[in-house]
């Protein structure tokens, strides 16, 4: 039976050290520093110790515990085995969820209401239709094509940003840098779905969150290190954006006296967007040990040379 190691801040997996010895009878499971992390075949990561991965001669795949790999592909000494991340109907339905709460937050102006509330304000504002609503979606993967799906099911107008060009059916899509431009100028609500890569780095700098229209919201979904925080900040206090809802940031959590969580028109949430359960992760992560085991195809793998 194979060897896993589990590669976090200590105590992060330990849930599911009872779940692997439940769905694979005689696995040995080791927790990183441990000295028997060193033996295993399979390394199940979040935020690895740079080198940790390196340091593993029998090491054949490599599993996040996540959607995202951008915490394993930042070590420069990673080995050139499979890597492959955790895709989930539940994860996927998890995200839909908060990308819809959060975009009738500003199109149905609770983020004004709830503000107006503490002061006993009593104001109404003018209503627009979903259809005259423009919600565009950086990243028309797992995650951004279910959300912008159920976004035109509620008969929003939506658009959609991807590297390679996509067909959706009633979603306007856009393509490659040289699109993002005009796919920004023409959206009210911008949802980031995007993976972190050297190309999505700083992605929403102040030249690009400019060409959103005036009044342009921002849901962050995706990264911290997508966003140029205090160029958000900056088009945020000058009116030209109208708000924005983060729920990821470059420092997590994000130190209780954090002037974001304070800036007003900003709504902070827990990195909570879509939490995959442990024993979701260890589902897959024994699926793809038994594929491993058998020489089959591995699922969800990475494509490392993309970044995602
Ligand atoms: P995915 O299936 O890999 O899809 C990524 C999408 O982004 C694809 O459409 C891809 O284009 C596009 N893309 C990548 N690089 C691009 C570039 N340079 N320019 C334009 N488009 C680009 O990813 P996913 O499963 O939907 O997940 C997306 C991200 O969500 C994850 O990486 C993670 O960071 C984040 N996430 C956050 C939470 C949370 O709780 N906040 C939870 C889960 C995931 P192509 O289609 O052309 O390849």
């Known amino acids: 039976m194979i060897s896993i190691a589990l590669l976090s801040r200590p105590g992060l997996m330990d ?5 692997l010895a ?30 940790a991965l390196a340091a593993m001669p029998k090491l054949k795949l490599i599993h996040s515990i996540a959607a995202g790999v951008d915490n394993i592909l930042s070590d420069p000494t990673l080995p050139d085995v499979p890597l ?11 995200m839909t969820e908060f990308v819809l709460w959060a975009t009738l937050y500003f199109h149905r102006d609770f983020d004004r209401v709830i503000s107006n509330a503490r002061d006993g304000l009593w104001r109404r504002y003018d209503q627009y239709a979903a259809k005259d609503r423009r919600v565009g979606i950086l990243g028309l993967g797992a995650l951004g094509t279910d959300a912008a799906l159920r976004l035109v099911d509620l008969g929003f ?15 306007t899509t856009f393509s490659g840098a040289d699109a993002l431009d005009a796919f920004l100028s023409e959206t009210d609500i911008l949802v980031s779905l995007l993976p972190l890569t050297p190309s999505t780095v700083g992605l929403l700098d102040a030249a690009r969150l400019s060409r959103l229209p005036k009044g342009a919201a921002l849901i962050l979904c995706s990264r911290g290190e997508h966003v140029v925080t205090d160029d958000l900040v900056g088009l945020l206090r000058s009116g030209h954006l109208r708000g924005a809802v983060l729920d990821v940031f470059e420092q997590e959590p994000l130190p209780s006296d ?45 494509d490392r040379a993309r970044g995602y």
């Open 84 to 94: 492959c991340r955790i895709v989930d109907p539940d994860i996927t339905s998890a």
């Open 258 to 302: 954090h002037p974001l969580w304070r800036e007003p028109g900003v709504l902070v949430t827990p990195h909570m967007a879509a939490i995959a359960s442990w024993e979701t992760i260890t589902l897959q992560v024994a699926d793809n040990a038994r594929r491993l085991l058998r020489g089959e195809p591995l699922l969800n793998t990475v």
């Open 157 to 171: 107008a939506v658009s959609a940003w991807s590297r390679s060009p996509k067909q959706l059916a009633g979603v």
């Open 22 to 51: 439940r769905e694979l009878p005689g696995v040995t499971v080791s927790s990183w520093p441990e000295p028997a992390t060193r033996e295993a075949e399979l390394a199940v990561c979040w935020k690895p110790e740079p080198g």
């Open 15 to 19: 849930p599911m050290k009872a779940l």
